[in-house]
């Protein structure tokens, strides 16, 4: 059996994954970077978040929803 490559690997990295690679290796020499690249937040989510998302899970919200998603929330975002 011949295994061939995915296509996709010929992809080119996305420039942040330069940027990130480039600031870590900052944080490993010990020069100083502020982190404002992509990725995790610094803050915890916000209570209304946090309220909902406890509302969802014991209110039984659980699930695919349609591939389209909400239709109520779909809309909420377009307005």
Request: charged fraction near 25%; charge should be positive; hydrophobic fraction near 40%.
């Amino acid at each position: 059996m011949v295994l061939k490559v995915a296509s996709r690997a010929e992809i080119a990295p996305f420039r942040v994954m330069e940027v990130m690679r480039r600031a870590f290796e900052r944080d490993r020499n010990g020069q100083a970077c502020y982190h404002m690249e992509v990725g995790q937040p610094g803050t915890g989510a916000p209570e209304g978040v946090l309220k909902a998302a406890e509302s969802a899970l014991r209110g039984g919200k659980l699930g695919y929803t349609d591939a389209l998603g909400i239709p109520e929330l779909r809309q909420a975002i377009s307005r």
